[in-house]
Every structure is written in structure tokens, then in C-alpha cells.
């Protein structure tokens, strides 16, 4: 058998990691706020984010989807990891379609053969094709098997790196979001007085409203 699609789909997957390197983003990285405010929150950046003004299928415009994308653009490493996973997630999906419409082509000549066999009306045959037909497919079966093999292989580790990927970018948009929470927090001084403020106001309306109390 002249295919070689088993070892055309480790060839592809092995290059594309070995031809990327760190060195090859042209992105210049976001200076990151003195305290490590993600710069998503900062008053320059909220016009550019529609998560500050409509809600999307994830929440506000996707903020873990930012604050991932805002991480790239500030360290190289995950950038370059991240041109990998791309690289070799297209790769793979090039060889599984030709491996897909490779099976397809075959299925769809079995079902047309069995067609042609059917219509054969001598008996004995009709039996003495079909048994041909069934060695070769058991043969085709068995060559292909090593194919089958690595293409399951292949869509098992290509449903792992998404797993991985929506992990790796909900656990860093979940520091850099710890990070805003901590910086950010809210001075509980300013409810204290606005408790005060609103006291007083009761009070002063109180005398206006006591014929109805």
C-alpha cells in the first residue's frame, strides 16, 4: 500500500514543533500597570472592550478570553506556545481530512460494488464475487489498521490540547483577575459614610413624615 499517512501525521505534527521558536512574534508586548492591574480594567482600555457594555455568550465580552489575550501580549513564552498550538492544531487538521475524505472514498466505493454485486443474477456468481470482495476489504482493513490507529491517536491528543488550552487560559485569566481583585477592592470607608450621611437625612425627614407612622 503506497499511502503513508501514518507517518505523514507524526512528520507534520514533529516539524511544526521543531520550526517554532520564541523569536517569531512580531507583537510588541503591553506595558503591564505598576500594581498588575490587568490593563482590561483600566479606563483607557474600557472603550475597546465590549465586555463593559454588552453581554456576550461567555459574560461581558469574554473577559477571560482578554485578560488570556492581554497575557500573551505581555510575555513572550506563553506567545510562542500559543503560535505552536495553532501551528500543529492546522497541521493536524490538514492530515485528518485527507485521512477523512481518503475513508469516505473508500466507503463510498463499497456501497456502490455491493450495488454491482447485487445485480449479478447467476447464483453461484454472484456468491464467488462477493467472496473477493471480502478478502480485499480484509486486507484493506488490515493495511490500514497502523492508520487507524494514529488518526484515533490524533483526534484523542487534539481533544487533550483543547482540555488543556481552556485550563491553561482560565487558571492564568484567574491570577491576573485575583490580581485586579486585590488592588481593587473598594474602601469600605466610603459605604461608612455614606451610612452616616443617610441617617442623617432619615432623621431630618423623619419630623415631615411622623402622621404617617
Given at each position: 500500500m503506497k499511502t503513508t499517512l501514518s507517518y505523514g501525521i507524526l512528520l507534520?505534527?514533529?516539524?511544526?514543533?521543531?520550526?517554532?521558536?520564541?523569536?517569531m512574534?512580531?507583537?510588541k508586548p503591553s506595558p503591564p500597570n505598576?500594581?498588575?492591574?490587568?490593563?482590561?480594567?483600566?479606563?483607557?482600555?474600557?472603550?475597546d472592550?465590549?465586555?463593559?457594555?454588552?453581554?456576550?455568550?461567555?459574560?461581558?465580552?469574554d473577559l477571560v478570553d482578554k485578560l488570556f489575550e492581554e497575557a500573551i501580549s505581555q510575555d513572550p513564552e506563553l506567545a510562542a506556545l500559543m503560535r505552536q498550538i495553532r501551528r500543529v492544531d492546522s497541521l493536524a487538521q490538514d492530515s485528518l481530512e485527507d485521512y477523512y475524505e481518503?475513508?469516505?472514498?473508500?466507503?463510498?466505493?463499497?456501497?456502490?460494488?455491493?450495488?454491482?454485486?447485487?445485480?449479478?443474477?447467476?447464483?453461484?456468481?454472484?456468491?464467488s464475487l462477493d467472496n473477493h470482495i471480502e478478502r480485499a476489504n480484509r486486507?484493506?482493513?488490515?493495511?490500514?489498521?497502523?492508520?487507524?490507529?494514529?488518526?484515533?491517536?490524533?483526534?484523542?491528543?487534539?481533544?487533550?490540547?483543547?482540555d488543556q488550552e481552556t485550563l491553561m487560559k482560565v487558571l492564568i485569566a484567574e491570577e491576573m483577575m485575583d490580581r485586579?481583585?486585590?488592588?481593587?477592592?473598594?474602601?469600605?470607608?466610603?459605604?461608612?459614610?455614606?451610612?452616616?450621611?443617610?441617617?442623617?437625612?432619615?432623621?431630618?425627614?423623619?419630623?415631615?413624615?411622623?402622621?404617617?407612622k
Open positions: 507534520l505534527l514533529a516539524a511544526a514543533l521543531l520550526s517554532c521558536g520564541p523569536g512574534s512580531n507583537r505598576p500594581d498588575g492591574t490587568p490593563l482590561v480594567f483600566t479606563e483607557a482600555e474600557k472603550e472592550y465590549s465586555m463593559f457594555s454588552s453581554v456576550g455568550k461567555r459574560g461581558y465580552g481518503y475513508m469516505d472514498n473508500y466507503r463510498s466505493f463499497q456501497v456502490t460494488v455491493s450495488g454491482y454485486v447485487n445485480e449479478i443474477q447467476d447464483t453461484t456468481l454472484r456468491k486486507q484493506f482493513e488490515q493495511d490500514l489498521s497502523g492508520h487507524n490507529m494514529l488518526a484515533s491517536r490524533v483526534m484523542n491528543q487534539d481533544r487533550s490540547l483543547e485586579y481583585l486585590r488592588n481593587n477592592m473598594p474602601d469600605i470607608k466610603a459605604f461608612s459614610g455614606v451610612i452616616r450621611r443617610n441617617d442623617s437625612l432619615l432623621n431630618a425627614m423623619e419630623k415631615y413624615t411622623q402622621s404617617v
